[in-house]
Each structure stands twice: as structure tokens, then as C-alpha cells.
């Protein structure tokens, strides 16, 4: 028995000459015994804290995509090799030598084209408790306390959003049969989530049907003589909301957009047009949910959500609120009412990675309901039996890492009041550039702010004389000639690393796409200064565009 | 505008005496520039890199679930403070003494209850990197360079599995167009994953139809003629399939359950049978996939993988493998071959936090057709846009952090032979344990080990000679009397906090159900002395049980 564990000692050990041996093996698995490992190890994380940022210093890091193919080239060997190739020393060399100099510098105050920013130091160090830990809070049995953390870390989300009483908080916070969120990987799996509980509480089991849960949509349309089942949210939604509606079996196409007002929010008049169309046409179809956005993805405008969610009321709706981007809003006693009537939703998405400042990824979703998961509930025979307090029993996912330690750390860390000022910054912040943008003649503003995330594009003050006093076709050919433009200046911008400002596309009803330049504040080292220097550089790299 | 940048004093700070403000904040985005600064969080990771290690080096960590509940108390304060409570020191040493003691100590050679264990010590070093450079690799204007690495390990891997020419992957590992695989959460999602693909697979656009992804599982059904669509799998199957089932709208009801062989592998004749059945006397009823398991969740067996998917090939139908558990064998030269059969599948499951011992979690699905995923591919305006190389195009989850580079660096460090020694020693430890029980009369091995996953009970020998002597009824009682011994004997092991081993229940058609004690062998450290170790309690905690 004990033969494999002696020493392997391989002839054809590769170039690196390392060999994998069972004693080398077992060594890195223990806590190592001598003073010159620990240092060792701990030097490892000196140059993780600062070679990688050194290095990232330098650039925002997005260059030509002909150079990432170039690059790609590199990393074309599908081989494992038999024996080592690197020790963890060479690895985090080559990572900040060959890598982080490619990879994007999402952390620098010019990188303000998506929702990806500079986090604060102390989160690298809470991500790595909770790979030493290395809990899986799938059960209690393989996490134990950190359970109990997850609980208390998602009724504090909860009371952000729905401010419950004391009362509510103390009697839910630790039962365990009730759930008052979930962690997933990210908002796009939250949006899932909360349209999966939808749609099993609008199918539920009865007499002859087991649910749709257990039997499937088609079975669950026959026993509640429904044909089609569609969801409304605004044309801004996030394209999760298609793809979660395609994972359930509802299909992408049966969501229905509802047309936006003037200030890139949910027109309140044309959402109950489209469903009183529904209820007095249709008959055969449900309407599974009203999704409104705080905080869209291309605009950050945030719907009407005290009005949305009268109308579900009335109509007996469930109503989900995609707060993926805005729901720590919620935080800034400055700002927190732009996302008023979020706490008559039945349930939440908010993102942890986005304006809570966690590391890559962490997504979440809140019910009203501490019941509402039940209907989503499973068990197996060696873990999350009924009645357990195992967080896996109502959860999307399996086995999962316990980011809910690294939230709950930082808002120790930030306090609510550290939290807002990041808020309130890229708010003003925001706000600020605004003005900025109508101030040089070179742009345009297209949509003005609500929260900190605002589109302009470059429209030349020529072509805005011409557009003034022409007709619908010419106005066509210039929408055409502007979008070229954008297009062509946020790729040499981009190619050129210093800056980073994303572009997108905005359909109106009605009206033609035009591609708009679109930025994201939230770094709080992104000021004035940076942002007169972006402007600069776009106006630079306009004049230098060839003749049109 | 510059006035919010002042330092906010606040008057009424809590009884932390920390205030959030501005300069404080803006701080700890920026790379310290002071030696003091550095230093300090420096210490913090060797604090965090130790300091945990020797807490959890204590006990297992598994305590009676009366104590958590009190513990959990401490957990019930719903109320984020508005100022700081605490600095970074404070959060990690609260961490150190207070979290990691009740943690559970999966790192231990005595916890082989789940299959969850110690990770290499570089592993924490690994996921540090990812969290620093915090990059997003649902789009390349966040990720770049960590999106094309991400394209080579998803190709290593897939070659593990399916081991296609050289050419194949010099075409398809960098060619945006191609997908070899994708990265999820957990296996959980990797198998929703895979039977997403399968349904739309299943029920692809034709005339009047645009497939179940837009138009839904309803519609589907009646452009296909379907009444009702099933999978088939062991009734060892891990639940994670029934919920696959439940999310995408097919009903968790409609998984077929197959008899299992005297080894606890799927009953090749029983599959034939049941697809007979269906596809004789059920005409609307649709086989959507087979799914075999390569190391069942509770006795670690593998499914007959080739002739499966050879029956699935005669009928069309999709073959997917779960390998969450099992897949990494396919690194061990000696033991490759217990997988064979799995280079036949459709699609194949792999867990990293699993035998590739990475930190949680990390799931990820394979296709055998570089082309699969297309039928799952989602687009939007500001991100994957059609032909970009965005790695989310083809995705069930959005923004998520790049876990490859974790993976891609350990398979460097490791080589083939580091992994297959690891692999090795699971299995051949596992064969020794069970031979080590067979020998032991108050035990009986329940289910000899395959891979490295056995379970056996505690059965007095006057009881077993009682079972030999004695009827069907008397038998019944026997049964539950011994589930008794072992449920209870389970519970004070795990309470005793020395050494763990799970339980389950294991249902067999035509027999009463019985419970088990599971046993995991892929710690390292784990050897026979320790398992010996661990038999010794639960003969002493049964010799203490109280007369029944």
C-alpha cells in the first residue's frame, strides 16, 4: 500500500526540471513548518499587492484588437505537460510580466466606460480569506458560522431595500425557513432567479397538477389555460431578462418592451395600455412579472417604480425591480429617493461587484417574501434534508464560495456613510460632466444623468447647423455620418490605452439608432481633471479623422 | 463643486470613533505610497495566511447544531452602522478568532465527509491574483488578454476529455466563433448548462418557428408535437439535474429514473427498456438527453459511459456525462481508463473546486461540438456584439471574474503527474479503507469504492447473524434499527468535532431504504492511519450508545 508513496523520481522530467514527487506534493498542503516557506509566502503576496498594480499603473490597457490576435498567438498550446512547468514563483512573475501588462487596468480613473472599477484594497484581502477558508456554504456542514454570516449579511441587504421593522428583521434573520435573498454569481443569475420564483408562483400546484416546477411549462399552460406568457420591462433592460426568460421556458420573444418616455424611463400611460391590450385581447396569455430598471445599463435612468408598482397591485403582478446597478443608491441619504417604491417590490437584483466595490463577482436577489423561495425549494438525501438550515436548499446554484464575507467585511469597513460618499460622488460627479458636455460645442449630451452614468457623442457644429435646418432624409444621412464618427473615435481612443470610454446603440421608437459615447462614474479618483482630459483626447482624435 | 471633496467630521461618530471621509476613502483606492502602508498590509495577508491556518488546525470544527443555534445569536443584528465599526486589522482578527474557530475545517485529513478539502497553498496566492486584477471576462474590453488565456485552459481541459487532433484545437482554441467549453459557478449550473444546449438542440427553428430559446417550451411542444420531454438518468443522479429540469421548463417530474446494476451503475439493459417503452407506446413523448455520471455524488461508481452513449448515438439523442466528481481521473495514466466512454459525450461537466482542488467554485461544461453553445448565444448593444470575441455571448451567467487564470497556473505547478498522484492516492486509499473496514466486524463496506468515494455502516455481528437467520418483517425492523445506530453514531462524531465522515441514505428498488456513512478520500494527508483513526471513535461513540 504504502509503495506509491515513496518518491517518483522521473527520467524525462521536461525542460523546467521539476518532477512532480509525492513529498513535494504533500508539502504544499500543509502549513509550512519552516521560517524561510513562510516568508517566502508571504513575499509572494508583496509582489501580488504591488508588482500587479505597478504594472497596471501604467496604462488603461485596451489596445488594437489586431495586437490581442498577434497576442493570442501565445496561447495557442492545448498540452498539459507530464511534469511541472513553473513553480508558483515563475507563475506570478509571468503574471505580472506577460499578463497584467495586456489585461484592462479596470482600476485606473481614465477606464469610465463600464461598470467595473477600482475596488479598495482591503477587498483583495477579504477575497483571500475566503479562499483560505474555502467554506462551500451549498450546507452547513462544510461552512458552519459563515452560514449564519450569509443570513445576517442578506437581512441587511434586505433592510436597505425594504426597511422593514426590527421585529420582521429578528424574528427572519436566522430561521430557517426563511429566506430573505441569495447569493448567485452575478445579477444576470439573480434577474433568473427572481423570474424562476415568478414563474413558479404563478403557476402553482392544484388539484391534478403538481406544478410547473414539477411538470413543465407546457403542462403548467394546460392546467392554467394559458397559451403564452409574456413579461414587460422597458426597451432599456438589460438583455439578462431575454436570456433568463429563454432558460425558463418562457421564450426571449415574449417579453414585451414597453416604450420609454422622454427621460429614458418606463412611460407609466403606455405600460397599462399593454396590459389592458392583454387583458381585454388576449385572453390565453399571463403576464408572468413587470420588470423595472434602477439604474439601466446604457443610460442609468431608473423607472417609475412607486408607479409600476401600483399598476402589478392592481393587476396582481409580480413585480422585480433589476437594482443590479442602483440598488446601493439606497445608502446615500442625499440620493436615496430617486430609487423610492423599490420597497413595494416583490423582489431585488443587486450586484455586490458593481457599487458595493466587491471584487469580480457577486450577485444577489432579494424577496419581499421570506416564503417566496419555497417555491423553488429542493432536497437530496445526504445534504440539505427538510428542516436543515443548509442555504442550498432554496439557491440556483450548488457549491458556492462564501462572498457574503466579504460584503458583510466591508460594510463594517465603509459604514453606510463610506458607501454614500462613493455614491454621491459619481452622482455630482456625473452631474457635473453633464455640463461640461454642453459646454464644448465639439458634443452633444444625450441623456443628462440621474444617477452617475450619463451618453454624449461628438456632433460637430457644423453638422448640428445642417441637421437644424434640413429635412427627415438628409437627417438620416447625418445620423449615418455621426454614428461613423463615434464609432471611429471611441476605437482610437480605445486603441490608443490612455483612456477607455464604452460606446452603444439607442433605439428609439420611431426615430433612427444613433451610437452614443457612454460613461460610467464610480472610481473615486475620476475627477474634472480626468474627464476634461478624455474630452480633450476625443477632440484631438476627431480633428485627426480623415475627410468624410 | 469641489466642496463635497472636504473631509466630512462627523459630530455623532459611533462608538468605533471612526468617521468615513473623503481623503480617508479616496485612500484606499490608490496603491499606498508610504513604506508603513505597505507594510501593514503586508502583514495583514501573513496574518490571513497563517493566522487561520492555525485556528483551523485544531479540530474539524463540526459542533452540535444546539451550539449554533446559540452562537447565532451573535448573528442577529440587521442594522448597518452609519460610520465604520471597524479597520481592516480589526475585520481580520475578528475573522481569525471568532469566524475560523466555528468555520469548518475542510482542510483537516480527518474531514472525509464531502467532497471538499484542503487546496495547495499556492491555490490561495492564485485566487488573490484574480481578485487584484479583478477583471471581468463576460466582455474583452474588461479582461483582454485574461479572456484569450481563459480560451486556452477551456481548450487544455476539453482535450482531456475528448482528445482531439492537434489541428482540431490549433483551429478552434483562439477562433472567436468556436466554443469549447464555458465557465460557470458550479456544477450545478455546468449541468443546467448543458441541458439548456440540449432542449434548443432539441427543438431548433424550422418553418413557423423560432425555436424554443424565443418562442418558449409550450410553442415548442406544438411545432414539435410533443406532449411531454424527458431525461434519463441513474437513480444516482445528482439533484442538481432535477433542477436543471425544474429552471428550464421541461419539469423536474419528467427525469426518468434508471435501475441501477449490483455496482450501482446504470442497468444498460434497463435504459434500453425504458426507451423502448417511450419510444413504442408514447409517441409525444420526446428523449431530450441521457445522462450518465462519471462518480455519483453518494457511492462514487461510474455509468457504463460507452455503451451509453452508444445507445444514445442508435437514437439520436443527446449524451451528457457528469463529471463533476470524476472528471480530473482522466489525468492519472493508471486509472484513465475507469472514464473511458466519456470522449463519447455530447457534453461533460467538471467541477475546479472538485479533484482540480481550487479554491469555491468554480463549474465548468464541455461540448464535444465547437458549435453547440450557438444555440444558447445572446447579444447586446454595448457588448457582445455579433462577431466580437466576448467571452459572455455564449454563457448562461454574465460578469464574472476569471477563475481560468487560477486554473490555467495550478495545471502549470501541477503538470499531469502532480494531479494524477493526487488522483492515485484517493483511489488506492480508498481500496485500502475498504478492506480495512471488511476486516473490522462492527462494520460492513455498503458499497466497495470505484473512484475514491466508499460507504459502509456500523453492523454488530450479532445483528448480522440475526439478518442471516431471520425473515422479510424482522429484517425491516433490523433495518431501522441499524439506521438508528448510524444516524446517531454520525451525529456524535460530528459533534465530537474530531474527524467527520457525512451520511446518506440509500434507496434501492425492491429494498428498504439504509442508511450509510460516506466516506471522500482526496485529502493528501489522509491515510490509513488516520482512517483508522476515525473507524476507532465510531466503535468507541457506538459502544456508548445507550441499549436499544
Known amino acids: 500500500m504504502n509503495k506509491k508513496y515513496q518518491t517518483i523520481i522521473s527520467t524525462d522530467a521536461e525542460k523546467s526540471g521539476l518532477v512532480a514527487n509525492w513529498e513535494t506534493l504533500q508539502r504544499i498542503f500543509i502549513r509550512p513548518e519552516n521560517e524561510a516557506s513562510r516568508i517566502a509566502l508571504v513575499?509572494?503576496?508583496?509582489?501580488?499587492?504591488?508588482?500587479?498594480?505597478?504594472?497596471?499603473?501604467?496604462?488603461?490597457?485596451?489596445?488594437?484588437?489586431?495586437?490581442?490576435?498577434?497576442?493570442?498567438?501565445?496561447?495557442?498550446?492545448?498540452?498539459?505537460?507530464?511534469?511541472?512547468?513553473?513553480?508558483?514563483?515563475?507563475?506570478?512573475?509571468?503574471?505580472?510580466?506577460?499578463?497584467?501588462?495586456?489585461?484592462?487596468?479596470?482600476?485606473?480613473?481614465?477606464?469610465?466606460?463600464?461598470?467595473?472599477?477600482?475596488?479598495?484594497?482591503?477587498?483583495?484581502?477579504?477575497?483571500?480569506?475566503?479562499?483560505?477558508?474555502?467554506?462551500?456554504?451549498?450546507?452547513?456542514?462544510?461552512s458552519k458560522i459563515v452560514s449564519v454570516l450569509e443570513r445576517q449579511v442578506l437581512a441587511k441587504i434586505h433592510r436597505i431595500i425594504y426597511d422593514f421593522s426590527e421585529d420582521f428583521y429578528d424574528f427572519h434573520i436566522q430561521r430557517p425557513e426563511s429566506t430573505l435573498g441569495s447569493f448567485v454569481e452575478d445579477g444576470t443569475l439573480a434577474n433568473l432567479t427572481a423570474l424562476w420564483v415568478a414563474r413558479n408562483r404563478c403557476f402553482p400546484p392544484g388539484p391534478g397538477f403538481e406544478g410547473v416546477e414539477a411538470e413543465g411549462v407546457a403542462a403548467a399552460f394546460r392546467a392554467h389555460q394559458v397559451d403564452r406568457c409574456v413579461i414587460l420591462v422597458s426597451r432599456l433592460g438589460h438583455y439578462s431578462l431575454e436570456k433568463a426568460c429563454g432558460v425558463l421556458g418562457i421564450g426571449n420573444g415574449n417579453i414585451i418592451p414597453v416604450d420609454i418616455d422622454a427621460d429614458n424611463r418606463m412611460d407609466i400611460g403606455a405600460l397599462k395600455r399593454e396590459i389592458a391590450v392583454i387583458r381585454n385581447q388576449s385572453p390565453g396569455v399571463k403576464i408572468l412579472a413587470v420588470v423595472g430598471i434602477a439604474g439601466t445599463t446604457e443610460t442609468g435612468t431608473?423607472?417609475?417604480?412607486?408607479?409600476?408598482?401600483?399598476?402589478?397591485?392592481?393587476?396582481?403582478?409580480?413585480?422585480?425591480?433589476?437594482?443590479?446597478?442602483?440598488?446601493?443608491?439606497?445608502?446615500?441619504?442625499?440620493?436615496?429617493?430617486l430609487l423610492n417604491g423599490v420597497e413595494k417590490a416583490d423582489s431585488v437584483t443587486i450586484d455586490g461587484h458593481k457599487q458595493f466595490y466587491m471584487p469580480m463577482s457577486c450577485g444577489m436577489v432579494y424577496f419581499k417574501d421570506p416564503q417566496a423561495m419555497d417555491s423553488v425549494a429542493?432536497?437530496?438525501?445526504?445534504?440539505?434534508?427538510?428542516?436543515?438550515?443548509?442555504?442550498?436548499?432554496?439557491?440556483?446554484?450548488?457549491?458556492?464560495?462564501?462572498?457574503?464575507?466579504?460584503?458583510?467585511?466591508?460594510?463594517?469597513?465603509?459604514?453606510?456613510?463610506?458607501?454614500?460618499?462613493?455614491?454621491?460622488?459619481?452622482?455630482?460627479?456625473?452631474?457635473?460632466?453633464?455640463?461640461?458636455?454642453?459646454?464644448?460645442?465639439?458634443?452633444?449630451?444625450?441623456?443628462?444623468?440621474?444617477?452617475?452614468?450619463?451618453?454624449y457623442r461628438i456632433f460637430p457644429g457644423p453638422l448640428k447647423q445642417e441637421w437644424r435646418s434640413t429635412g427627415l432624409e438628409k437627417r438620416k444621412q447625418l445620423t449615418r455620418k455621426l454614428n461613423h464618427i463615434n464609432i471611429t473615435v471611441q476605437r482610437m481612443q480605445r486603441e490608443a490605452g490612455n483612456s477607455f470610454v464604452s460606446r452603444t446603440t439607442l433605439r428609439r421608437s420611431g426615430a433612427d439608432d444613433i451610437v452614443v459615447l457612454r460613461s460610467v462614474i464610480m472610481n473615486p479618483l475620476t475627477n474634472m481633471a480626468v474627464l476634461t482630459d478624455i474630452l480633450n483626447e476625443q477632440e484631438y482624435l476627431y480633428h485627426r479623422l480623415p475627410e468624410t
Chains 1, 2 share one sequence.
Open 378 to 455: 429542493y432536497h437530496a438525501a445526504y445534504i440539505a434534508r427538510p428542516g436543515s438550515v443548509d442555504l442550498g436548499i432554496r439557491s440556483l446554484v450548488g457549491s458556492r464560495s462564501a462572498v457574503s464575507l466579504i460584503l458583510g467585511s466591508a460594510i463594517e469597513i465603509m459604514g453606510r456613510k463610506g458607501y454614500a460618499l462613493l455614491i454621491d460622488h459619481g452622482i455630482e460627479t456625473a452631474a457635473a460632466f453633464a455640463e461640461l458636455i454642453k459646454r464644448r460645442p465639439l458634443f452633444e449630451l444625450v441623456t443628462p444623468p440621474e444617477l452617475n452614468i450619463l451618453t
Open 43 to 142: 513575499k509572494y503576496m508583496e509582489q501580488i499587492l504591488f508588482g500587479l498594480h505597478d504594472f497596471l499603473q501604467k496604462h488603461v490597457g485596451i489596445t488594437r484588437e489586431a495586437g490581442l490576435r498577434q497576442l493570442s498567438d501565445r496561447f495557442k498550446n492545448s498540452a498539459i505537460g507530464k511534469h511541472p512547468e513553473k513553480k508558483l514563483a515563475d507563475v506570478i512573475q509571468g503574471i505580472i510580466e506577460d499578463i497584467a501588462p495586456h489585461a484592462v487596468n479596470v482600476a485606473s480613473p481614465y477606464f469610465i466606460g463600464h461598470m467595473t472599477s477600482a475596488i479598495p484594497f482591503f477587498m483583495v484581502h477579504l477575497a483571500t480569506i475566503v479562499s483560505a477558508l474555502n467554506q462551500n456554504v451549498v450546507k452547513l456542514e462544510t
Open 302 to 337: 431608473v423607472d417609475p417604480l412607486g408607479e409600476i408598482a401600483d399598476v402589478c397591485r392592481t393587476h396582481g403582478v409580480h413585480f422585480h425591480v433589476d437594482a443590479a446597478w442602483g440598488g446601493p443608491v439606497r445608502l446615500s441619504d442625499k440620493y436615496r429617493t
